[in-house]
């Protein structure tokens, strides 16, 4: 078992920045592919950024490039999403995720509790 906790998030003004935490504990997850992804309320979960294990290979919504960007520390088994130039409708909770690589992130193997971002106007 792969237990996953965030933390990172809260609320910003518009423009501003957060950096989201995920770290693994438990089994390493030193096959998975990790990554966020978010929901808000009355929408449809959406994939936000992905990276491999290895972090040599990293994917990014079209609504997050070069804004967003993701990281991870296997030392520290934690995974990072740098947001940047936060607008409101970034406004969500964000999950951490591990999915086996190949398989959409919105089907994760594990998840977290999620970590609330909400992005004032």
């Known amino acids: 078992q792969v237990q996953l906790v965030e933390s990172g998030g809260g609320l910003v003004q518009a423009g501003g920045s957060l950096r989201l935490s995920c770290a693994a504990s438990?089994?390493?997850?030193?096959?998975?592919?990790m990554g966020w992804f978010r929901q808000a309320p009355g929408k449809e979960r959406e994939v936000v950024s992905r990276i491999t294990w290895s972090g040599r290979t990293t994917y990014a919504a079209d609504f997050v490039k070069d804004r967003f960007t993701i990281s991870i520390d296997n030392v520290k088994n934690t995974v990072y999403l740098q947001m940047n130039d936060l607008k409101p409708e970034d406004t969500s909770v964000y999950y951490c995720?591990?999915?086996?690589?190949?398989?959409?992130?919105?089907?994760?193997?594990?998840w977290g509790q999620g970590t609330q971002v909400t992005v004032s106007s």
């Open positions: 438990g089994r390493s997850p030193i096959n998975y592919d």
């Open positions: 995720a591990a999915v086996p690589p190949g398989r959409s992130l919105l089907i994760p193997e594990y």
